[in-house]
């Protein structure tokens, strides 16, 4: 008897096993809501992992951009070894430098020619080289490119300097906006997600108004009320987060054979949702949870207040 006695205490006098049934009893019985909330939560969570992965291809994008940005700086004509060195060695001291190498006039003429096809030899005796040394100087991050290429043109004996700076701004400006419109999406929807979860779950506790008073009436607390609710929120959240993982899957082969064209203009390889595949599905079973967990949460809270005033009165 007192080995019965203290199981009920640990498990707090909750069956926990028939709460639940009647918390899924609820997602069925309220089956249109329930429809509507996983359908808006299940778009939420895909929007947001395509979000999440346009954003990762950018980033990667802009890496890619990042270590192929190179400016050159081109050196005085007549400049000492010593000093055409002393540039050299100035260049790899600036911040946000990652490498500098040392291009000599003959070898970019070189280039020059090789670029448009022509060999060197025909121009042997006929035109001088008109190119000057010069430096390929490697940037690091793209935010900081315009003080860095300041610090580069500030250099001694450098005389001019050729920068994508264009490119540069265009990419950083591209990142920044959609990362803005991202993240408003995901902010209005998560809004959206919650607000129809919180009706779902109140419209449950409204059906069920005098079941509730009932069970106040004789002594049902709190927790033992609102566990179904939070239940039916919790399974919202899990098939919803299912669902999103398996259109994101689908989505992602058109979505990411798309930008494949684009980034490989650029050299870079698009980022697939197979590469991040673990992280996604705990993100969104623990996104569809969370949401779907804090409306049922608002909703009963606002429930029991306006059931306590009205009772008080």
Request: proline fraction near 1%; hydrophobic fraction near 45%; include cysteine.
């Amino acid at each position: 008897m007192a080995k019965k006695k203290s199981k009920k205490r640990s498990s707090g006098g909750l069956n926990t096993n028939y709460l639940t049934k009647m918390g899924a009893h609820n997602l069925i019985a309220n089956r249109s809501m329930s429809f509507s909330s996983i359908s808006v939560l299940t778009a939420c969570l895909l929007l947001i992992g395509m979000s999440l992965i346009i954003l990762l291809n950018i980033q990667s994008l802009v890496k890619d951009v990042e270590s192929q940005n190179v400016v050159i700086a081109f050196v005085k004509d007549g400049t000492a070894d010593d000093a055409l060195a002393k540039v050299g060695s100035d260049l790899k001291e600036i911040t946000n430098v990652t490498n500098v190498e040392f291009v000599s006039k003959e070898v970019a003429y070189k280039e020059q020619l090789d670029d448009f096809g022509v060999e060197e030899d025909l121009f042997d005796g006929i035109i001088e080289n008109p190119l000057p040394d010069s430096y390929r100087v490697t940037v690091s991050n793209l935010e900081d490119f315009n003080i860095t290429l300041e610090h580069i043109k500030g250099v001694q004996n450098v005389h001019s300097v050729r920068e994508s700076q264009e490119l540069v701004n265009q990419i950083s400006t591209m990142q920044k906006s959609i990362t803005a419109i991202c993240l408003l999406i995901v902010g209005v929807l998560v809004f959206v997600s919650v607000f129809i979860i919180s009706n779902t779950i109140k419209i449950t506790m409204v059906s069920r108004k005098i079941d509730i008073q009932v069970m106040k009436s004789v002594g049902a607390t709190n927790v033992f009320i609102c566990w179904p609710f939070l239940i039916e929120g919790v399974i919202i959240g899990i098939v919803s987060g299912i669902l999103a993982l398996g259109l994101t899957a689908a989505v992602d082969r058109v979505e990411v054979g798309a930008m494949t064209a684009l980034l490989e203009m650029f050299g870079s390889k698009a980022v697939s949702m197979k590469d991040y595949l673990p992280v996604l599905s705990v993100s969104y079973l623990a996104s569809g949870i969370l949401i779907s967990a804090f409306g049922s949460v608002v909703s009963i809270r606002k429930y029991l207040k306006k059931e306590g005033s009205e009772a008080n009165e």
